[in-house]
């Protein structure tokens, strides 16, 4: 069996893993990235939005080619149809540009490769190595041929189904509160505005939203989250779907290019996500904002502390939890607290009626926000309608 070896292994070439290998490389980390697929950023299984203001902070230098669309905010609509317009600065996680995710995934994967990171495609993890009750690496399949990959750290970068974790033993399970599911068509041919996300609340998608990214005049992705618990039937997000569009004569006309579906966890952040020779980044970590469901700037993020952190260890030869735990440290810093109060918000909301959906939708459309955080939100509420927020005290 060939063998190879490296300070880091990096399972997983999404955003998340991309960033990790960079910065890790950039420090000095010898660093492979292996990707199951054969295409880094394909299939899309993503609404393809990201806000402007964490990309300059991780390295990312924006190219025309990855930027399908710049919006200039965000319409979030009640179910009775309010409309509360907020603009790109204060719209959140979601909105600012929507991208290319198959040119921008491999955009990412290009900057670790000019740091120094090799990648190797079509390659699959399939077990970790363990020697002496430490981790020491990953045994996988390239091309069919089986391969040991030597390495100080295992990555776990592998997505929302991750194998990594679940293999070192950390828990990375989901209650059906804490998964959404989803259904998303690319439609073209249609009437809509596109300089503006769009985000539906309330019954036309149970506990999640229905979303309209805009792609360029006449696309755009169009695709709804539906909380796994309130699913009956596998079909049912596609058909909450197909009867939002039905209802809206701009979108009913449109033609399909391809449609994706998935799952995404709305989770609590995990308790831990590393251990002596491992971390897990991104959706294998569960880094991913409860309410929207959006996960790549928390994983870019997550992704360059590790990074950071990694070639600290490499240089110090160490990457024991001695080393790791300033990872833990510096992502629960920067990303835990918004994940906590974003879940417990997510909590609440999804068991609010479309009748008071469309009370706060309509306060916030009266009265707007400084900015689209939750404690903002709620603080809004709470002058206008008390009763609205009493079992939200503990967030405000």
């Avoid at 991780?58 to 309010?82: F, M, Q, Y």
């Avoid at 600290?312 to 160490?318: F, I, L, Q």
Wanted: aromatic fraction near 6%.
């Amino acid at each position: 069996m060939r063998k190879i070896e490296k300070d880091i292994v990096v399972v997983g070439a999404g955003p998340a893993g991309s960033m990790t290998a960079k910065w890790a490389a950039q420090g000095g980390a010898d660093v492979l990235m292996i990707e199951k697929r054969q295409e880094i950023g394909s299939p899309v299984r993503c609404a393809e939005g990201i806000s402007k203001h964490w990309v300059e902070e991780v390295g990312i230098t924006v190219n025309n080619k990855w930027v399908a669309r710049e919006v200039r905010g965000a319409k979030i609509k009640s179910p009775s149809g309010h409309t509360f317009l907020v603009d790109e600065k204060n719209a959140g996680n979601e909105v600012g540009w929507v991208v290319d995710r198959v040119l921008f995934d491999k955009a990412l994967a290009a900057d670790a490769a000019r740091a120094g990171t090799e990648i190797m495609v079509k390659t699959s993890a399939t077990s970790l190595i363990w020697e002496n009750g430490k981790i020491a690496g990953v045994r996988a399949q390239t091309y069919g041929e089986p391969i040991e990959i030597r390495a100080k750290c295992v990555v776990g970068a592998d997505g929302y189904e991750s194998q990594v974790g679940r293999w070192a033993g950390i828990d990375t399970s989901l209650k059906a509160d804490d998964i959404d599911t989803c259904y998303q068509y690319r439609l073209t041919g249609i009437d809509y505005d596109p300089d503006y996300c769009e985000f539906t609340l309330g019954s036309a998608a149970p506990g999640g939203y229905v979303w309209i990214f805009p792609k360029d005049e006449d696309t755009a992705n169009v695709g709804i989250g539906v909380q796994l618990s309130k699913v009956k039937h596998p079909a049912d997000p596609k058909m909450y779907l197909d009867k939002f569009i039905a209802k809206r004569p701009g979108l009913k006309k449109g033609q399909p290019l391809e449609a994706v579906a998935g799952a995404v966890s709305i989770c609590a952040p995990l308790d831990s996500v590393s251990m002596d020779n491992l971390v897990l980044v991104g959706d294998a970590a569960r880094m991913i904002d409860p309410i929207t469901g959006g996960g790549i700037s928390i994983g870019c993020i997550a992704g360059m502390c590790a990074g950071k952190v990694l070639a600290k260890g490499v240089k110090a030869n160490d990457l024991s939890m001695n080393t790791l735990q300033e990872y833990e440290t510096m992502w629960r810093d920067r990303l835990e607290n918004k994940q906590w109060r974003n879940w417990m918000a997510k909590e609440k909301l999804t068991t609010l009626s479309d009748e008071t959906l469309d009370k706060i939708v309509h306060t916030f459309s009266q009265y707007g926000v400084e900015k689209l955080s939750v404690q903002d939100l709620l603080a809004v509420i709470k002058r206008h309608h008390p009763e609205l927020v009493k079992e939200f005290e503990e967030l405000i």
